[in-house]
Antibody, heavy 127, light 106 residues
């Protein structure tokens, strides 16, 4: 059974660095074919993909946020950490982490999807 | 940057069939994924690789993708299907989500 849970601060001040942790169980992030992504959703708005890290440590970032994001994994602790620097009130959102996998022999990034999601954590950026 | 366009809202009567579209340049050349999100809940994958259904997803959910439009179809819509639906695809090495469609079951 795959589960993921996000943790981190609920309130962050503008210009500060936001650090979020995804703690997961039911799979290992030390092998290929599996990844963990961070996806956020401002209140009442659409989903926005932020970053994805694969078991082979390949990392993908949203082009619009790449300069402010860092994603890392701690395989021994079954955790994935996302840091976002210089946050702004527009970064107020529910942040989700999600398990990413692909079906069968399909190859390439385009085959990966998000089949298990955490419950999300609401982060408010305000002074 | 690549964009996926969805209608903001769609409505359907219980028991009827409804289609939700997702449009993007040469979208038919990409795999499309669909997620259902009910109020206050996390998204749930309902279709992957254009038309495949994950285990546990009812057969009334189906998908197709051709040209520049992908379509999620719900047959025999149930009141429990009322939710927001998001399409997703990859633009080369980055993930893109559509703006979402609110499905109302009247």
């Amino acid at each position: 059974q795959i589960t993921l849970k996000e943790s981190g601060p609920t309130l962050v001040k503008p210009t500060q660095t936001l650090t979020l942790t995804c703690t997961f169980s039911g799979f290992s992030l030390s092998t290929g074919g599996v990844g963990v992504a961070w996806i956020r959703q401002p209140p009442g708005k659409a989903l926005e993909w932020l970053a994805l890290i694969f078991g082979d440590d390949d990392k993908r970032y949203s082009p619009s946020l790449k300069s402010s994001l860092t994603i890392t994994k701690d395989t021994s602790r079954n955790q994935v950490v996302l840091t976002m620097t210089n946050v702004d009130p527009v970064d107020t959102a529910t942040y989700y982490c999600a398990h990413s996998t692909k079906k069968g022999s399909c190859s390439g990034y385009a085959c990966y999807y998000f089949d298990f999601w955490g419950q999300g954590t609401l982060v408010t950026v305000s002074s | 940057s690549y964009e996926l366009t969805q209608p903001p809202s769609v409505s359907v009567s219980p028991g009827q069939t409804v289609s939700i579209t997702c449009s993007g340049g040469k979208l038919g050349d990409k795999y499309v994924y669909w997620y259902q999100q009910k109020p206050g809940q996390s998204p749930v994958l309902v279709i992957f690789q254009d038309w495949r259904r994950p285990s546990g997803i009812p057969e009334r959910f189906s998908g197709s993708n051709s040209g520049s439009t992908a379509t999620l179809t719900i047959s025999g819509t149930q009141p429990t299907d009322e939710a927001d639906y998001f399409c997703q695809a990859w633009d080369s090495i980055t993930v893109v989500f559509g703006g979402g469609t609110k499905l109302t079951v009247l």
